[in-house]
């Protein structure tokens, strides 16, 4: 009887881990969203993502899949997970990323993350300072963010005039009634009308992030010293 027991209690473990992970949802808006960040993160745009088009899908990918329920943004989203990291500029002075922290789905898409530590402990910032310098970077990480969350509804609904005929393609190929290489052509051609769809978008948020961008040096510049500002300018 109790080893009965015990072999019920593992298999409810397992079912609770199966349905856990398998309904498993970043929120990014959600109280662990800061944690997402170092201190002296600085978000920017991540052209590479921008670049990033998996929402119409190769036609493997389109076999493996129905997304006629999926979040027609998640294959983008998801480009972030175990995403290249940027190389480091000017000597390594700064870390680039551009995939989300801690394995995340993605809920910055499209930004890339600078981090900044190497460059405050350079600068010598004095305690006022430094907790100045952190909370610029914090409203920098939020105004970034807030236009890359109006940049994601955006090309969800760009995306959402192409998802009926990409879900259409899929169908076919699955059940036989069109070839790999038919479907190919069309995804290709799906593919370039919506880049050409979005471009705008990717402007628009460019034009925003840069925004935040000038916001934050200006208010940076304005508390450094004059050693200190010649120095930042080739950090930065």
Known sequence: MMKQIRNLGVVAFLMIMIVGCSNSVVDPAGSNAAAKYD???????SETLLATYNEVP????????DSTTADSTACFRDSLRGG????????????????????????????GIRNYRAAAAQLGLSAAQDS???????????????????????????????????????????????????????????????????APLNDQLRTEVAACRSTFEAAVEAMLTPQQLQLWLTLK
């Open 58 to 65: 190769s036609v493997e990918t389109a076999l493996l899949a």
């Open 39 to 45: 201190v002296y993160d600085a978000t920017v745009v």
């Open 84 to 111: 290249e990291p940027g190389r480091g500029e000017r000597g390594g002075r700064h870390d680039a990323r551009e995939h989300g922290r801690d394995g995340g789905i993605g809920d910055i898409a499209p930004l």
């Open 132 to 198: 100045t310098f952190r909370a610029d970077l914090a409203d920098l990480r939020t105004c970034a963010g807030d236009a890359a969350a109006g940049y994601r509804t955006s090309r969800a609904t760009a995306f959402a005039q192409f998802k009926p005929a990409v879900d259409s393609i899929r169908a076919a190929v699955k059940a036989g009634t069109m070839t790999r290489d038919a479907a190919k052509v069309q995804l290709d051609s799906i593919r370039t009308a919506f880049e050409a769809a979005i």
